[in-house]
Nanobody, 125 residues
Framework: VQLLESGGGLVQAGGSLRISCAAS????????VGWVRQAPGKEREGVAF????????DYSDSVKGRFAIFSDNAERMVYLQMDSLKSEDTAVYYC???????????????????WGRGTQVTVSS
């Protein structure tokens, strides 16, 4: 399995950014993909997850209503649309995935089967 993130960058507070994850190599369609972020000096936080088969989603309270995760199954792409960005959203965002789990199941895990290398998102205040 390979997860490759793209689209990070610098954005002003209140702005929007979309990051992408190219997910490939899964042996079946029974998996979920998500985004986990880590800021310097802070604990890792799972922010959004999506089940590949039925597109059900799960979000952390800190991003609910501001972030949206969606996927293009034909292209094997997963996106995180981030709106109303805040300085506290600054972090490295990792694309993660688990076989045989749903978005809701992934959201309570501290670790995941597969990780991308991460993409930096910086929100300036």
């Amino acid at each position: 399995v390979q997860l490759l993130e793209s689209g990070g960058g610098l954005v002003q507070a209140g702005g929007s950014l979309r990051i992408s994850c190219a997910a490939s190599g899964f042996e079946s369609d029974d998996y979920a993909v998500g985004w986990v972020r880590q800021a310097p000096g802070k604990e890792r936080e799972g922010v959004a997850f999506i089940t590949y088969s039925d597109h059900t989603t799960d979000y952390s309270d800190s991003v609910k209503g501001r972030f949206a995760i969606f996927s293009d199954n034909a292209e094997r792409m997963v996106y995180l649309q981030m709106d109303s960005l805040k300085s506290e959203d600054t972090a490295v965002y990792y694309c993660v995935a688990n076989d045989f789990l749903t978005a809701q199941s992934m959201s309570v895990l501290q670790d995941h089967d597969y990780w991308g290398r991460g993409t930096q998102v910086t929100v300036s205040s």
